[in-house]
Structure formats: C-alpha cells, structure tokens
C-alpha cells in the first residue's frame, strides 16, 4: 500500500490489514493451527508436521512474529514460537463485529425497502 494512502484509514484498520495478512497464507494457518494444538514448537518440530522446507518455514513464522501472532523465546541454539491469543481474539472479535455490522445493514436496507408479497387467491389480490 502506498504511504500516501494509510492517511485514509484508522490506526485499528491498518492494524488489522496487517494482522489479516500475515494470516493470509495457507502455510501459516497451518502453522498458527499447529501451535494451537501442541504450546512452544521451534522450526524443526513444525517441519515434522508441514512438509515444507525448513527455511520456508522459518521464514512464514517470522512473518507471523513480525506481525505480533507469535512470540518467541530463545533457548539455547532453539527459537521456541507461541501464540498471542490476545492478538487472535482481536481479530476474530473485529471480523465478528464486521459481520454483524454488515447483517445489521443487510436486514435495515431489505426491510426499509422491500416490498410486499402479493398473494394470487383467484381474482382477489392479498398482502401479506
């Protein structure tokens, strides 16, 4: 995104683009998946579930970290990956209010302009 554009957007919404791409590949879903399930995986362990290379991987957990999804501590020679939960919430609870924002509209606009059903009973017209 250019920078002269991130002027029209709030602090919340450029936040959540970033978020919501760092999401956007199936490889890191599957590793934000994998660290739902099993707490504290370093690379080599997530390769022993995701048959993809090992700089592939390294590489998809620091666009994830870089994004704020994933901390990391260091032990040893080992670089051990958790999940903020607090910043998955964030964007699930922002998609969710996204979502009902969007049904809310859906239901105003096709009540505020829908029109009535007519019902054929032979030559007599009835609404419903």
Do not use: W
């Not at 090992?54 to 670089?79: F, Y």
């Not at 969710?96 to 009535?116: C, D, F, H, T």
Request: glycine content about 4%.
């Amino acid at each position: 995104m250019g920078s002269t554009k991130k002027e029209f957007y709030t602090e919340h919404q450029l936040e959540m683009a970033k978020l919501c791409k760092a999401l956007g590949h199936p490889a890191r879903i599957a590793i934000v998946e994998k660290l739902m399930e099993h707490d504290g995986l370093n690379c080599s362990d997530l390769r022993f579930f995701i048959p993809l290379a090992q700089s592939t991987i390294s590489r998809h957990l620091k666009e994830l970290h870089d994004a704020g999804i994933l901390s990391c501590a260091v032990i040893g020679n080992n670089s051990y990956y958790q999940i903020q939960e607090r910043v998955l919430k964030e964007v699930s609870e922002h998609i969710n209010m996204i979502r009902l924002g969007v049904q809310r509209e859906n239901y105003l606009y096709k009540n505020a302009y829908s029109k009535p059903r007519i019902h054929y009973q032979s030559t007599l017209f009835m609404r419903v």
